[in-house]
């Protein structure tokens, strides 16, 4: 079982959906990033936390530590948020990464 | 300022050639990470500099591949006798501290094709 499960794989979604990606994690973590990573491999870090939820323009992320959980929501998406978005979990100062969730938004 | 640059960008390799891929971190970063990532996956963790001093490299797949930070700054991965499976992006992040809790700036990868 992979230490860092995303879900779902693949996300499709209408312009102007509110989308969620959650990111399930089984070891002990100091923080969590929340990765976007578009065609042609580029990587942004969009958060970084470790505990409650954050705020960036239409992007929120939250970390529940006790259930070793966080979600990352898109508020009004757009098709410039298509794009793979990564959860990756920092342990003993190394990223263990998920598998990414390949999301699609459609005009 | 200028970001995290790798070079080349792109590398076909002939089965058994040696390859060497450079990273350009930005300027004064401490913290130099390699990771590798395969074709529809997550990036996974190589190598870890702390200035020129490797402290991790727990990730590297064979002793075929060799990382260095001689001076602090720019790292090199290497990869010797390259086999069809070390085809791959090779991504590299740096951080300005040492915690790894800090936000890594990654840079554009460069996509290795072994034939």
């Known amino acids: 079982k992979n230490e860092v499960e995303q879900s779902p794989q693949n996300l499709t979604a209408q312009e102007g959906e509110f989308i969620t990606i959650n990111c399930s994690y089984s070891v002990g973590i100091s923080a969590l990033h929340w990765l976007q990573q578009h065609p042609g491999g580029g990587i942004v870090s969009l958060f970084m936390?470790?505990?409650g939820k954050k705020k960036h323009g239409r992007l929120i992320a939250t970390i529940n530590i006790q259930e070793k959980h966080s979600s990352l929501h898109i508020t009004a998406s757009h098709p410039r948020d298509s794009a793979v978005y990564i959860c990756a979990v920092v342990r003993y100062g190394q990223l263990t990464f998920g598998s990414g969730t390949q999301l699609t938004v459609l005009p | 300022g200028a970001g995290v640059s790798q070079s080349p960008r792109y590398k076909v390799a002939k089965r058994g050639q040696d390859v060497a891929l450079r990273c350009d971190p930005i300027s004064g970063h401490v913290s130099l990470f390699w990771y590798q990532q395969a074709l529809g996956q997550g990036p996974e963790f190589l190598t870890y500099?702390?200035?020129?001093?490797?402290?991790?490299k727990s990730g590297l797949p064979s002793d075929r591949f060799f990382a260095e930070r001689p001076e602090g700054s720019v790292s090199t991965l290497k990869i010797q006798r390259t086999q069809q499976e070390d085809s791959a992006v090779y991504l590299c992040?740096?951080?300005?501290?040492?915690?790894?809790?800090?936000?890594?700036?990654f840079g554009p990868g460069t996509r290795l094709l072994v034939l």
């Open positions: 936390l470790s505990s």
């Open positions: 992040a740096s951080s300005l501290g040492r915690s790894g809790r800090e936000t890594q700036y």
């Open positions: 500099f702390q200035n020129e001093a490797q402290l991790d």
